[in-house]
């Protein structure tokens, strides 16, 4: 175990995938860790699974599209741990079942589930924890305690591949919450408080099983991801994750980061062979 995030207490939204992977890593380098997730037995597994390997973590069951379940829960991690000083907001989802997918077929029920999905998650948990660092006091340097907030979106807002992953709402969802990080980042840098976003490419997590089990997209993020060689392990982006929540970031805010494997600089083609 490590001493990056010593002494700090770190929220995750989402107890699966790329917000399991954060906060077994972050309770890895010493932050007390509260996960807030819709699945209350999911969170208590990856909680029990913290504790048990000697990191302290706790949790509250909640949906982070219902505003007064979001406030409950965040008021909790502070008396749990009596403040907060970093958020990972993984929670989200495909809109598929909703009925995500190109324009034109999506219908408005499905355009507004997908964002109210993805979004409200993303503004309900990111608001209640900046309340939560602004209502901290200054410590006795007259230092404003700040904190850092990672928002998990996606490189399918900035570089989408029609071919395969038409879900134009999702797309949009995840664009904005990249505009809303870097707004963020503005505001409050007076605060000591900085917002980065970090844009996955297709990672091995519960929501891209059926990517993982198409064999065309398979053999697409070989190629799409050559650094990873096919899908990328959700330990890569928890490790970035962990640099912007630490003070090895403490310079860094208002930047999109893309932990993709190579995605948004390759044609998915490979490189053609010699001769």
Known sequence: MGDRLARRVIVVTGSSGIAAAGARRFAAEGAAVFVIARDGPECAALVGEIVRTGGRAAWASADLRDEAATVAAVHSTRTTFGRIDGLFAVAGGSGRRFGDGPLHEITAEGWTETLA???????????????????????????????????????????????????????????????????????????????????????????????????????????????????????????????????????????????????????????????
């Open 117 to 275: 999905l993805n979004g409200l998650p993303a503004f309900l948990a990111t608001r209640e924890v900046v309340r939560s660092m602004l209502e901290l006091p200054t410590d006795t340097g007259g230092n404003a305690p700040g904190g850092s907030i990672v928002i998990v979106t996606s490189v399918l807002a900035s570089d989408p591949v029609p071919d395969l992953f038409a879900t134009h709402a999702y797309a949009a969802i995840k664009g904005a919450e990249d505009a809303l990080a870097r707004t963020l980042a503005a505001y409050y840098a007076p605060d000591g408080i900085r917002v980065n976003s970090l844009a996955p490419g297709l990672v091995a997590t519960p929501m891209s099983t059926r990517a993982q089990t198409d064999p065309v997209i398979a053999a697409y993020a070989a190629t799409k991801q050559p650094l990873a060689g096919g899908f990328l392990p959700a330990e890569s982006v928890a490790d970035v994750a962990l640099f912007l929540l630490s003070d090895d970031a403490r310079h860094v805010t208002g930047q999109r980061i893309a932990v993709d494997g190579g995605w948004s600089v390759t044609d998915g083609r490979g490189r053609p062979s010699a001769g």
